[in-house]
């Protein structure tokens, strides 16, 4: 099992940056799959990026593509968001997710762990 805890979190203006960072611990960090997802209020949660165990492939929702960077430092067992040129409509509760690694790596699919969130908003 790996525990989840999202940090990072805050409220910005609109074309600012923050850093979300997702500390694991339990199991091997570097053995899982790794996601970001959103949730605004009145809103499904949806996904933002995900990146495989080797850290050979990542991808992003559409609407981050160019200013959204994920990342994992395995020495610290921590993923990482970068979030550039934030917009009002990036406003939600962050999370984290891990799946192990055997599993197909699918990044919108079925994660097997959650982080608590951390909530952006992104003032206009």
């Known amino acids: 099992q790996v525990q989840l805890v999202e940090s990072g979190g805050g409220l910005v203006q609109a074309g600012g940056s923050l850093r979300l960072s997702c500390a694991a611990s339990g199991r091997t960090f570097s053995t899982y799959h790794m996601g970001w997802f959103r949730q605004a209020p009145g809103k499904e949660r949806e996904f933002v990026a995900a990146?495989?165990?080797?850290?050979?492939?990542?991808d992003y929702t559409d609407s981050v593509k160019g200013r959204f960077t994920i990342s994992t430092d395995n020495a610290k067992s921590t993923l990482y968001l970068q979030m550039n040129s934030l917009k009002p409509e990036d406003t939600a509760l962050y999370y984290c997710?891990?799946?192990?690694?055997?599993?197909?790596?699918?990044?919108?699919?079925?994660?097997?762990?959650w982080g608590q969130g951390t909530q952006v908003t992104v003032s206009s």
């Open positions: 997710a891990a799946k192990y690694y055997t599993g197909t790596y699918a990044p919108k699919g079925k994660y097997d762990y």
């Open positions: 990146i495989n165990w080797s850290g050979r492939k990542i």
